[in-house]
């Protein structure tokens, strides 16, 4: 198990404590943006649709393992992929 970064902003590493198993295979988590909005509708036929404002990031770096039994020292490189929402979006309406 390894801390994983919560963020990343200006150069700095923010953790939280959260901890996960470091492996080769994909990890998704709840991005922290499950909010609604309320759009009125006018009564008859009416388009619209939504623009999201998303962010995509990639971080590669090195994370240094030492075996408990023999005190070697690993090093793994890897890469943290990112794409979340920023919260930004636009209703548009359709004429």
């Known amino acids: 198990m390894v801390e994983v970064p919560t963020d990343i902003h200006n150069s700095e590493i ?5 901890q996960r198993l470091y492996s080769k ?4 988590s709840p991005h922290g943006f499950e909010e609604m909005a309320t759009v009125t509708i006018p009564t008859g036929q009416s388009a619209f649709y939504i623009e999201q404002e ?4 990639q971080v590669s770096y090195q994370l240094g393992l030492i075996n408990n039994r023999t005190g070697q020292e690993k090093i793994v490189d890897g890469k943290w992929i990112e794409t979340i929402p920023t919260g930004g979006y636009s209703i548009l309406w359709e004429d």
């Open 54 to 57: 998303w962010r995509k990031r």
């Open 25 to 28: 295979y994909f990890s998704k």
């Open 14 to 18: 923010y953790f939280n404590g959260e």
